[in-house]
């Protein structure tokens, strides 16, 4: 069997080294011609070993003058079967791990059995010490061991400053008093930028950190810092953090997608990925807390706690903003803070601090505004636009480390700074309240007037006398201002009512609200509650029907004098040259339809297609100022013409009219509301897929 190849540069050094000196004593025979006797005369080296180093390197070249070659087989046992040799490395990797002794002795046991030699103890020794550490590792400690140990890594290297920020949080070896006087040790919560390795924010509690922690100390990081040595601000690209339930939380995400900030995990159990933040924390122990009063590492005893938490921390910040920012980095061969600054760098901000206010803490149950303020934590808060939410449950948001102020917010939004005179320094004068005081008072009265009057107003168009009757009604009546809308009429009705009064209610203010964001966002509304409540005053009075009604021809469903679903677009549908068009019927965006007792789905296909074609020619020519002439064509039946239709009395349709009216609106991208009575609304309300939105008239 040919022996295997070794290219040169398996040679050690001062093996190469040696057989170059060899070929320089055997080249004269090689090349010149010289006898081998000559040669080992001159080199005084045996004929013998002059052959045999030219017989080596005719064979082998340079590589075979070299002594003690890497055999195939070297650091195998040769004098043992390989089945010996495997059984002796799996008894060594099983887990829990055995001793020497005993796999020598179980060895010994089976190789009797098989018919082996057995081995010694010292082969055994050799055998398991010359295993890789990597299977070792692997086989007794883990994946997540080797992992740790053997995995090749990528250090991963920022661009410029504020390209990514990394965060974490550690226990501190000192011993501190708390607020009860009890000795602690404090855990800190530490954001570094990964290129410059400045710390940005920082924050010191005796509480274990969460993500609520995080949160803080990222939203001090952002924004500028009070103190002047502080330089650092901005929002980074990246946040690196770990993927532990304190650092993830909704308010995080929501607050980093608002400020186009990328939130970035580490992979679960594996801490290397923050080995920038961690080196941090260990120069914070070895130069500072080593020296500080207090300190106490794993294991220590009879440490005595000297300092408080702000004794503390007014040491660390005097060493982060003096001495750690201004100190040479190893790696990156400058001064922290000089690397971050370098290039004329920018930060990018917030618009304000008011957009980094989902990052403070927020009470678990809501506060009441009291006549003297807001009373939280045994602290009394004041602002004066606190005046017009006394009695109102807000909720308030704060910074744990300065209690001098909150924010409170009502109904999500953003209401004022209230500030704690105790603690901020600041006070809020008797001027500032008693104008504050005035004004809500005033505001209160107007609106107490305002009711009072239309109160009046309707009781009053009640007294009068009723009308005659309207004997000659043929033709639509003008009216100046907003007519009292009828109940229950059907599409194909056309009665004429007398202009009366249309109070808005706190319920109609809601309808309003839901029929809005239908018609803006193509959702699907309901709107039900029991007979009587105003659903279908409510629905015409937002639709301005009372516009639009009196123009429409009857019965309508007949006047195109062909199928509505036909597709001949454009035609002229009607003529209404003796009719005079208000000004307000060019903002009509919404179409009422009540559909019939018992109704096919065709029926109510071609009745709703006709209307939507009556409404658009109807609009159309008051927009285009085509009063009157015939030879004006419709060309469009849908939006922009057309935003809403709300369909009233829904009651009455079964699961495939629903279906039909839902399809129409879909196929015209055109939001819809239905009104109906309670118990058609309790019906359809457990079709949750099919209702976007969802209000309760009543």
Not at 79 to 107: C, W
Not at 125 to 144: C, E, N, Y
Not at 440 to 455: I, P, W, Y
Not at 525 to 538: D, I, N, Q, R
Request: glycine share 6%; charged share 25%; with cysteine.
């Amino acid at each position: 069997m040919a022996e295997p190849f070794f290219p040169l540069t398996a040679l050690s050094e001062a093996q190469r080294a040696q057989a170059l000196e060899r070929f320089t004593i055997i080249r004269p025979a090689l090349e010149e011609g010289v006898s081998r006797a000559q040669v080992a005369r001159t080199s005084k080296k045996a004929p013998s070993t002059v052959q045999l180093w030219i017989k080596r390197y005719r064979e082998k070249g340079l590589v075979g003058l070299a002594n003690n070659v890497s055999r195939s087989d070297k650091g195998t046992a040769r004098t043992l079967e390989d089945a010996a040799i495997q059984l002796i490395e799996g008894l060594a990797l099983q887990k829990p791990p055995r001793s020497m002794a005993a796999i020598h002795r179980q060895v010994t046991t089976i190789a009797q059995q098989q018919g082996w030699k057995p081995p010694s103890y010292d082969r055994v020794r050799h055998i398991i010490k010359s295993l890789d550490p990597a299977l070792v590792t692997m086989a007794h400690q883990g994946a997540a061991a080797y992992r740790e140990e053997f995995d090749l890594l990528y250090r991963r290297e920022s661009p410029h400053a504020n390209a990514m920020w990394q965060a974490d949080h550690t226990p501190l070896d000192v011993l501190l008093l708390d607020e009860t006087g009890t000795p602690a040790k404090p855990w800190l919560t530490a954001i570094e930028d990964d290129y410059s390795r400045v710390i940005v924010g920082y924050r010191l509690s005796f509480q274990k950190a969460t993500a609520l922690t995080t949160a803080l100390t990222l939203r001090t990081a952002i924004w500028r810092k009070e103190d002047p040595r502080w330089h650092t601000s901005g929002i980074p690209t990246v946040f690196y953090t770990d993927h532990g339930s304190d650092f993830t939380s909704k308010h995080m995400e929501q607050v980093a997608a608002d400020l186009t900030m990328e939130l970035i995990f580490s992979q679960i159990s594996i801490p290397r990925g923050r080995g920038k933040i961690e080196r941090f924390f260990r120069s914070v122990d070895q130069l500072l807390l080593q020296d500080t009063p207090g300190y106490a590492p794993k294991g220590s005893t009879g440490v005595k706690a000297t300092l408080t938490l702000p004794a503390f921390e007014q040491r660390f910040r005097t060493w982060l903003l003096e001495d750690y920012q201004y100190r040479i980095h190893e790696e990156t061969k400058c001064a922290p803070t000089e690397r971050w600054e370098a290039g004329g760098f920018v930060p990018r901000m917030p618009n304000s601090l008011e957009q980094l206010d989902l990052l403070l803490l927020t009470v678990a149950k809501t506060r009441r505004v009291q006549q003297d303020g807001i009373r939280f934590q045994g602290y009394r808060y004041i602002d004066p636009t606190l005046a017009g939410y006394v009695k109102e449950d807000v909720v308030i948001r704060y910074d744990p480390a300065d209690l001098a102020e909150i924010r409170v917010f009502h109904q999500d939004r953003f209401v004022c700074r209230a500030i704690c005179p105790e603690l901020a320094g600041q006070t809020v004068s008797l001027k500032e309240i008693e104008k504050a005081r005035t004004e809500r008072r005033k505001q209160v009265k107007t609106g107490l007037s305002t009711r009072e009057a239309l109160v009046e107003q309707f009781l009053a168009a009640h007294q009068e006398e009723a009308p005659k009757p309207q004997t000659q009604a043929k033709e639509p009546v003008e009216t100046t201002g907003r007519p009292r809308l009828e109940a229950g009429i059907s599409m194909s009705e056309q009665h004429e009512r007398k202009p009366g009064t249309f109070v808005v209610t706190k319920a109609y203010r809601r309808f309003t609200e839901m029929c809005d964001a239908c018609r803006y966002a193509r959702f699907v509304g309901l709107g039900y509650g029991p007979p009587g409540t105003g659903k279908t005053e409510s629905a015409k009075y937002y639709a301005q029907w009372n516009y639009i009604k009196p123009f429409l021809p009857d019965p309508l469903i007949t006047f195109t004098g062909r199928s509505a679903v036909d597709g001949l677009y454009p035609y002229k549908p009607f003529t209404f040259a003796s009719a005079s068009l208000d000004a307000p019927i060019q903002e009509c965006r919404t179409v009422f339809y009540t559909p019939p007792v018992t109704g096919a789905p065709g029926r109510i296909e071609k009745e709703v297609l006709t209307l939507f074609a009556a409404f658009s020619y109807l609009v159309e020519a008051a927009n285009q100022h085509h009063q009157g002439r015939e030879e004006f064509l419709v060309t469009r039946r849908y939006p922009p013409l057309i935003e809403l239709l709300i369909v009233d009395e829904a009651n009455r349709l079964r699961d495939a009219g629903l279906e039909q009216i839902r399809d129409i609106a879909d196929r015209g991208e055109v939001g819809l509301v239905s009104t109906s009575h309670a118990r058609i609304g309790q019906a359809i309300e457990t079709r949750a897929t099919t209702l976007l939105a969802h209000w309760i008239c009543a």
